[in-house]
């Protein structure tokens, strides 16, 4: 099957940016997105981008795509502790039953 | 709207027993899915349906079994507990194909079996 790749953690400065990146092999892949899951909660959707984008900015998440290179990055600025999460990257077939297939989750731990 | 629900929260099994993960939407989405989260893992497809009796395997179905019998409710069985099937079981639902609308998800059912 298609694979998702990502870092297993993140550590980072309260304030500081985070950068959390993906790769993935299926060059047909159509939507990309990023999940949040909280300690003891189910994952939420935090964004997504289509394929024939490069970039998306919503409020301090930023996600790059580059599609020649099949990666992904979610870059989050002025990280809170709130922000400490474990966070998906998912993609998106472009046939078959569309279901997403995800990474093993990036885990994010912001510090004072 | 209470969203995606799922019941229990956790669960001890014994090897061999059986048990039903509930899994209840209000939200009045056509598809639904269950995923199994392995520790340091990310999400595994075991089964989902794109409407009330309508299921279909994903890429982890064995062991497991399925009913949609309503729009609401998508209930996974397991019949014959394995310690391979200690994980976090994640339901969701989504209005429409992945491809087209968000996937909701549900807090999770943590099974241990023993």
């Known amino acids: 099957g298609e694979d998702v790749e990502q870092s297993l953690f993140l550590s980072v400065r309260e304030g500081d940016s985070s950068v959390i990146n993906c790769t993935y092999t299926?060059?047909?892949?159509?939507?990309l997105y990023w999940y949040k899951q909280e300690p003891g909660a189910g994952l939420q959707l935090l964004t997504y981008?289509?394929?024939?984008?490069d970039m998306k900015q919503d409020q301090r998440l930023t996600v790059l795509l580059n599609k020649k290179d099949k990666h992904l990055s979610l870059r989050i600025a002025d990280t809170q502790t709130g922000d400490s999460a474990i966070y998906f990257c998912?993609?998106?077939?472009?046939?078959?039953?569309?279901?997403?297939?995800f990474g093993r989750g990036t885990s994010l731990i912001v510090h004072p | 709207n209470a969203g995606v629900t799922q019941t229990p929260k956790f669960r001890i099994l014994k090897i061999g027993q059986s048990m039903t993960l509930q899994c209840t939407q209000d939200?009045?989405?056509?598809?639904m899915y269950w995923y199994r989260q392995d520790p340091g893992m990310g999400l595994k497809l075991i089964y989902y349906?794109?409407?009330?009796?309508?299921?279909d395997k994903g890429e982890v179905p064995n062991g497991y079994n399925v009913s949609r019998s309503t729009t609401e409710d998508f209930p996974l069985r397991l019949e014959l507990a394995a310690p391979s099937q200690t994980s976090v079981y994640f339901c969701?639902?989504?209005?429409?194909?992945?491809?087209?609308?968000?996937?909701?998800f549900g807090p999770g059912t943590r099974l241990t079996v023993t």
């Open positions: 969701a639902s989504s209005l429409d194909s992945p491809y087209l609308s968000e996937q909701y």
């Open positions: 299926d060059s047909s892949s159509t939507y």
């Open positions: 981008i289509f394929s024939n984008m």
């Open positions: 998912a993609e998106t077939p472009s046939g078959g039953s569309y279901i997403p297939t």
């Open positions: 939200m009045n989405h056509n598809y």
């Open positions: 349906s794109v409407g009330a009796g309508i299921t």
